[in-house]
Structures are given as C-alpha cells and as structure tokens.
C-alpha cells in the first residue's frame, strides 16, 4: 500500500540572507492562495515564518549566506505545515515565555509570537543544524493546486 501523498506542498532552498525572508513571505502568500484562511490568519502565520526564517538566518546559519536554508509548506487534508530547516548547531527552547518588561531588548520574542500565531511549533536538532515545524490548522482543506504539480523544489 503507498503512503497517502500531501494535497500540495512547495520546497524552496535559499541562501540564508535576511533579504530572502520577504520574498518566502510572498511565496508563502501564493501558496496558500484558495486556502480558507482569515486574513489574519494568513499574517499570523506570514509573521511566524518570518521570525523562523530571521532566526534561521541570524543564529542558524554560522557561515552566513554561504549556509542555505530549506524551507518547505506542506497542505494535508486541513494541517497547514511549515518546515524551516537550517546549518547551525542546533537548540532546543527550555521554555518559551514572553520577557519580563524589564528584561525587553530589539529581539528576543520571536520564539513566544510563534508559539501565539501558530497551533503548533516543534523544533528539531539535527547534525546539520536545527529544524523549526510549525503546523496550522485550517477551516477545511486546502483545494489541489490547478494544472500544476503540486510538488516543486526550488533552489536559487
């Protein structure tokens, strides 16, 4: 018996540069076009991916833009799946809270906005660096892409 294969899911392999999180962004947008999605939906997630990817690019890629980043969206049944894959060492969040006021700085809560926009998020350590899931359920599935395959991988 094969396995079940997903609605539709793209793969993007890009250099870990933080000019390439927008344009993920505007990729995600056209991926997830006929998805049932609020707006805000759509932005929550758009911003969860965002400081995933900017996490990827700035502490995940020691090499800078010679390191790659994977990235794939992936729509089974009424899961919304993304998958941010990076070089760096790898970490794993003991816990993840909003900071004390006092203790506030430029960043350091893009890991507590995931976790708010976002049904799920899971990180993974790998040997070659640090996978970051995070999943959205959707108001019903999303339809198949029209006359294109729903696989395509990318690299640039």
Partial sequence: MSEA???RYLELD?????QVV??????????VQGCRMTDDEREGVKVALSE????????????GNWNRLRVRFQVEGDLLSL???DQGRGFYPNEIALPDFEEWKPS????????????EVEFERTAVGTVVR???????ACPEADGVSPAVVESR
């Fill in 83 to 85: 998958e941010i894959s």
């Fill in 108 to 119: 350091g809560r893009g890991l507590f906005l995931m976790q708010a926009l976002v049904d």
């Fill in 14 to 18: 890009v250099p870990a540069e933080p």
């Fill in 134 to 140: 995070l999943r959205k359920r959707l108001n019903g």
């Fill in 5 to 7: 294969q997903p609605n």
């Fill in 52 to 63: 995933a990817c900017s996490n990827a690019v700035c502490h995940g890629s020691p090499r």
């Fill in 22 to 31: 927008q344009d993920l962004r505007r990729r995600f947008d056209e991926f």
